[in-house]
Every structure is written in structure tokens, then in C-alpha cells.
């Protein structure tokens, strides 16, 4: 079995603007837009682990 992190499908509406400049981001990166999303909501989740921990 794979240890890769199971994957579930979302949908989430963003401002257009918002789409473009992630859109070009991934781009510049090689990327999906889909892993570039997940890409940067772990990286701000790390950075904020403790607070949303807190929180709960």
C-alpha cells in the first residue's frame, strides 16, 4: 500500500484575481493548480500549528 496521504476532492470558491495569480504561481513552479493549493495550505498550516492547536 502507498504511504502517500489520501487525497479527497473540495470545492471552494476564490476571487478571480485570487485564481489568476495562483494559476501563474504553479506555473512558474511546474505545478498543478490543485498541488500548488495543497502546497501552500501546508505550509501555513505548519507555520500555524500551534495557534490552531490553541484554538481547539
Not at 12 to 38: G, K, M
Request: cysteine-free; proline content about 2%.
Amino acid at each position: 500500500m502507498s504511504d502517500r496521504p489520501l487525497k479527497e476532492k473540495v470545492s471552494i470558491t476564490l476571487d478571480s484575481n485570487i485564481v489568476a495569480d495562483v494559476r501563474q504561481l504553479a506555473e512558474n513552479d511546474d505545478r498543478s493548480f490543485s498541488q500548488y493549493i495543497n502546497m501552500v495550505l501546508k505550509y501555513w498550516i505548519t507555520l500555524n500549528r500551534k495557534k490552531i492547536e490553541k484554538e481547539q
